[in-house]
């Protein structure tokens, strides 16, 4: 049996991937894995090292990215992020659906890998809500909140390009952005439980 199609997540900070991936996980126990990114970026208060992130040095990454050891790797308001060769086989290693969250250039690049995932977008409302939502999450310095805003501007235009994403889901209401996402992974989430049965 082949295993579960990865499922990309992408759309500007602040769009709630974090939030519709976490409820996904919490709600479907052991069908999804979450591929943990490196980052240079530091820990938020609550971020732990080796769930939320690899937490790590430029040097180190570098390293890393420069061994072959990362399918993608990309500059986001200043800091490192990839995708490690390590990180998808430890989730596909366990058949379950591997949840990527990556920027748009990951997207990108992932395209020209062999991984064939489900690419989804998730986006805010508006310019003006998604500002206000990264302000509240109460987790950017002035500086990194103008450069993510600037980054979703990029993000919110690039991924309107036809063929870039299977479907964009526009996270106004939480519960009705969740069902949607549901509703798109239905067919591989009854897959993953079928075969655990
Ligand atoms: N290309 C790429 N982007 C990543 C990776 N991990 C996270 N990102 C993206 O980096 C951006 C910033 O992530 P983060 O610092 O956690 O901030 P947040 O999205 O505001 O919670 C987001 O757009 C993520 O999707 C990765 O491994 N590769
Ligand atoms: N539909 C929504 N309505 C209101 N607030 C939301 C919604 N979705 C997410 N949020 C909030 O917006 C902020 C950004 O969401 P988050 O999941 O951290 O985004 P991302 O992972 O895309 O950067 C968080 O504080 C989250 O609680």
Redesign the pocket.
Known sequence: MSGPRPVVLS????????????RLMKDHEDVFGFSVSHTTRNPRPGEEDGKDYHFTTKEAMQEGIDNGDFIENAEFSGNMYGTSKAAIEDVQAQNLICIL?VDIQGVKRIKETDLNPIYIS?QPPSME?LEK??R??Q?ETEESLQKRLEAARIDMELSKEPGVFDVVII????ER?YEELKDILNEEIQKVQEAKS
């Open positions: 759309g500007p900070s602040g769009a709630g991937k974090s939030t519709l991936m976490k969250d998730i809500i939502r990264l509240d999450r987790t996270n106004d209401d939480l952005a």
